[in-house]
Every structure is written in C-alpha cells, then in structure tokens.
C-alpha cells in the first residue's frame, strides 16, 4: 500500500514561479527523501529529510518536514523548463524495508 | 564513477513466458532493491537484496524472484507472465551501512507484455 500521497497530483507553472508539492504519510519514520523521474526514466535522488530536522535545503531545492503531521513539502524555486518532471516524495518507515512510494505529483513548467 | 545500470532497456514477451532483467550496482554498494512502476499503481516495493542474499520482499507473488551475485549484481527473475506485468522495473544501489537512506537509481528496464 501506499504510504506516501503526494498533492497536487500536477501541477502546471510558468518559468520563473515557484512549485511547491505536498507529501503525507501515515507510519513513524526514519526519514523521507524527494525524487524525480524524468519521462518514466530512473528516479533521480534530490534530498533527504531526517525525522529529527525541519527544514533543509539545497540549491533551489527547501523540504520542510513536519512529523506532528506526518507531512512534507517540496519547494522548487525560481523554475525552469527542465524542472518539469514527476516528483516523489519515499519514506524510510520505522519498522520497515524497502523505501515506500507516493504517486507523485506531475510538474510541468512552461516557457 | 559509473551508476546503476540495468538490461535491456526494453522488452516485449507474451503471457506465459519468463523474463530476466539485470542490475549492476554503484561500485561498493553491496544492497540492490528492486522496484515496479506500473502505470496507476505508482512504485511497488518488489525486493531487497544484500550480501548475496534476500533481506525482505513487498507483496508480490512467488513467481517474482531473483538473486544476488558475488560482485554484488541482481537478477529479478519473472515467471508466467501476465499482462498486469507490464511496467517498468527499476533496480536501485545503497551501502548497507545507510540502510535505505539513499538509493540511487538505474534507468529502468521497460517491460510489456502482450
């Protein structure tokens, strides 16, 4: 089953705008990591979130993480073309083996 | 350095048959995971692989198997076919001392079966 729900299921924005995606989860966890997935291609690592930190960056990349909720969001900022691509949002559940996948969220950037 | 590859990138078969798709791991990762991503479904869990042997599997049926060698490459092994089959299956690389906190991707073999 799914443990991860990414929302919105796409989202569509012009060049130079910010995205930003939501991922919920259900189970305690060790962490939760962002991906992306070019055209039903491999899935391209972004960042990893720790269940004992709140917000992280990297590049243009900020994951906020909040485990009241059991929810985590991704900011894109300042987009481009090549930002458009699926992105995933995996937990690291306690417990568990094998990262569990969200559906993604379908990001299109127009030009 | 090189990353996770798989093979064949693409691959038709037929109901019934049996099909072997490879992975070779980052270079001193010694776990392979494999995932399903079938259209719908999103990214199934199928196994998890480290030091030659099965560590964990999602909720597959048997006829999804495979194994790990020496050097550390997997095979995911699929028989009898079917339809629902159809998906692209992505093998993916860690050092077991990170457990699964980063895994890094191949690009996926794309499998279709008619």
């Known amino acids: 089953s799914q443990q991860g729900e990414e929302d919105p299921q796409a989202l569509s924005i012009q060049e130079g705008e910010n995205a930003t995606m939501n991922c919920s989860y259900k189970?305690?966890?060790?962490?939760l990591q962002w991906y992306r997935q070019n055209s039903g291609r491999g899935l391209v690592h972004l960042i990893l979130?720790?269940?004992?930190?709140r917000e992280k960056h990297s590049g243009r990349l900020r994951v906020t993480l909040d485990t009241s909720k059991k929810s985590s969001s991704l900011l894109i900022t300042a987009s481009r073309a090549a930002d458009t691509a699926s992105y995933f949002c995996?937990?690291?559940?306690?417990?568990?083996?094998?990262?569990?996948f969200g559906k993604g969220t379908h990001l299109i950037i127009q030009p | 350095e090189a990353g996770v590859t798989q093979s064949p990138t693409h691959l038709i078969k037929t109901r019934g048959q049996q099909v072997t798709l490879r992975c070779s791991p980052i270079?001193?990762?010694?776990?392979v995971y494999w995932y399903q991503q079938a259209l719908g479904l999103g990214l199934q869990f199928l196994l998890w692989?480290?030091?030659?042997?099965?560590?964990n599997r999602g909720n597959f049926p048997p006829r999804f198997s495979g194994r790990q060698f020496p050097n550390y490459s997997s095979e995911l092994n699929v028989n009898a076919l079917e339809l629902e089959d159809s998906a692209l299956y992505l093998c993916?690389?860690?050092?077991?001392?990170?457990?699964?906190?980063?895994?890094?991707f191949g690009p996926g073999t794309r499998l279709l079966v008619l």
């Open positions: 993916a690389s860690s050092f077991a001392r990170e457990g699964q906190e980063t895994q890094y």
């Open positions: 189970t305690s966890i060790n962490n």
């Open positions: 979130i720790r269940s004992n930190e």
């Open positions: 995996a937990t690291d559940a306690l417990g568990a083996d094998g990262l569990t």
């Open positions: 270079s001193g990762h010694t776990s």
């Open positions: 692989y480290d030091e030659g042997e099965e560590r």
